[in-house]
């Protein structure tokens, strides 16, 4: 009887306590995602609406200026308090994880999840899955900071809440869990993942209860590709690799641009984008929002090739000026439906070639969402997991792989880097002081063919302000010495001084990895 109970004590609990916060955090985020998202909803049918009114009572256009006039204010106001709640909120979220920035939770909470409503609810060609995944890993902050957990505690709540945003915002929990640990917290290890993915599990389940089980994007998939139109397929690939280096080249430059307008603050570039959106409501109201009705449409009516093609050029450009005013709002869903309209328009000029079978037509627009989206994040096994989630089935996996793969590579081969770290670095800041506490850990799994594999700990350059202070090897943990060598696969973990965190996860970084 003393030996269980000895034996009880010695049990590592960490792993059970650290799922259960992380359901807390998923079922918090879940509530108030879910909420987020329904707001959304009703407000982008209510614009429609409105703008429907006003081809009968013209003058109802005056009062949409005045409107965007006041949302103009009321939200530009809340990023000069708080510059954290921003566009997407995915490099903000990235940059906590690394150590890059910080930020309180609370008042970015509440001013991300109201200006979020009335930038994307508005109509504006925004995304809302970039905001849930930082209102979720808001909360999970929150939920630190109510625990005082800090340090690896402190962010696995947050990377947790990260995914259960975006699970509630997609009703694709695994595809969350994924594009948590591969673009935003770099880092696969068990921990992370275990709690990401229950964390993104119990936030699917409570925005299923909201919305149902069916997936925000489904499409039916029609046809298998066969082995002798692969080549279409790269051509895919290639096709979308080149338009998602030039999305990300203009992505980066649009707030330079905004920049350039004389007397008009940066929180108030809103009221560009509000003016410019009245004619396509006017004109076009079924194609205002993130985009997601347009590619549910593409079930229903495929339109011909120049009508894909201005539609794309409408929804690139509109995309550009709304997130450049800065409202918070993202480009995860844009994305996606700028890749299904490049799909279809690409299958439409191989039906008109007499390449392929108009049947393949909601194939093309598929494998395109993943693609597009595969090159400009550069998470390309969050792309095939997403849409296989999306669709249901497994028989596309290998036309996913290969148009992710190909768009992914052609990205790379033009210089592009993954967009949101690209948006990161554009706005890295230096922490807050004392926030954490004076020094950190870093866990970085070391990778096949890295400069360090096969090295011994004494032969590897370490950054300066860091001591390697643990080597975990399948499930065993132990300290390291100076004659201890290094595999692929070992995860490392460094100790590190607060203030230099994001300097020594980047150093580490080129060492693990490369």
């Avoid at 998202?37 to 005045?66: E, K």
């Avoid at 093609?309 to 450049?324: A, E, H, K, N, W």
């Amino acid at each position: 009887m003393k030996m269980k109970q000895e034996q009880l004590r010695q049990h590592d609990w960490s792993r059970p306590i650290a799922v259960a916060r992380a359901a807390g955090v998923g079922i918090l985020a879940g509530g108030v995602v879910g909420c987020f998202r329904f707001v959304i909803q009703l407000g982008l049918s209510q614009v429609q609406y409105f703008f429907g009114l006003a081809h009968q009572r013209p003058w109802l256009l005056l009062v949409w200026m005045v409107v965007g006039v006041v949302i103009t204010l009321i939200v530009g106001r809340w990023m000069k308090q708080v510059p954290e709640i921003k566009g997407s909120g995915i490099p903000e979220v990235e940059g906590q994880l690394m150590g890059a920035l910080d930020y309180k939770w609370w008042p970015v909470l509440w001013r991300k999840f109201a200006g979020g409503i009335l930038g994307i609810g508005s109509g504006l060609f925004l995304g809302r899955e970039g905001p849930s995944i930082q209102l979720g890993a808001t909360i999970g902050q929150g939920f630190a900071a109510s625990q005082r957990l800090a340090g690896t505690d402190r962010r696995l709540m947050i990377a947790s809440g990260a995914a259960a945003g975006l699970a509630a915002a997609f009703n694709a929990p695994i595809a969350s869990s994924l594009f948590v640990l591969e673009e935003v917290y770099h880092n696969f290890s068990t921990m992370v993942w275990i709690t990401a993915l229950t964390s993104a599990v119990c936030s699917n389940f409570v925005s299923t209860v909201l919305f149902g089980l069916k997936p925000v994007l489904y499409m039916p998939y029609g046809h298998m590709f066969g082995m002798k139109s692969y080549w279409v397929l790269i051509l895919l690939g290639l096709f979308l690799g080149v338009l998602g280096r030039l999305y990300q080249v203009v992505l980066l430059r649009v707030g330079d641009w905004y920049a350039k307008i004389p007397g008009l603050p940066s929180q108030y570039h809103a009221i560009v984008a509000f003016l410019l959106m009245m004619p396509i409501a006017w004109w076009l109201p079924q194609t205002l929002g993130g985009g997601n009705a347009i590619i549910v449409g593409f079930n229903h009516l495929m339109p011909g090739a120049l009508s894909l093609l201005g539609l794309f050029v409408l929804r690139f450009v509109f995309s550009m000026v709304s997130y450049g005013t800065g409202l918070p709002g993202g480009i995860f869903l844009p994305i996606l439906t700028l890749g299904a309209i490049l799909g279809g328009l690409f299958g439409q000029v191989m039906v008109s070639l007499h390449l392929i079978a108009p049947s393949y037509l909601p194939d093309f627009i598929i494998v395109a969402m993943a693609g597009y989206f595969a090159g400009i994040s550069k998470a390309p096994f969050t792309a095939i997991l997403l849409i296989t989630e999306m669709v249901g089935t497994l028989q596309h996996l290998m036309p996913l792989a290969v148009v992710s793969l190909v768009a992914y590579l052609t990205v790379d081969g033009l210089g592009g880097a993954p967009i949101y770290e690209a948006l990161l670095d554009r706005k890295v800041r230096p922490s807050i002081p004392g926030l954490l506490g004076a020094t950190d850990q870093v866990e970085m799994a070391v990778f096949e063919g890295s400069s360090i594999d096969g090295l011994q700990v004494r032969q590897v350059n370490w950054p300066k302000h860091s001591l390697l202070t643990g080597v975990r090897r399948g499930g065993k943990v132990w300290v390291p010495n100076g004659d201890t060598i290094l595999h692929a696969g070992d995860l490392i973990v460094v100790t590190v001084d607060r203030s230099q965190r994001a300097d020594v996860y980047r150093h580490l970084q080129l060492l693990a990895q490369s």
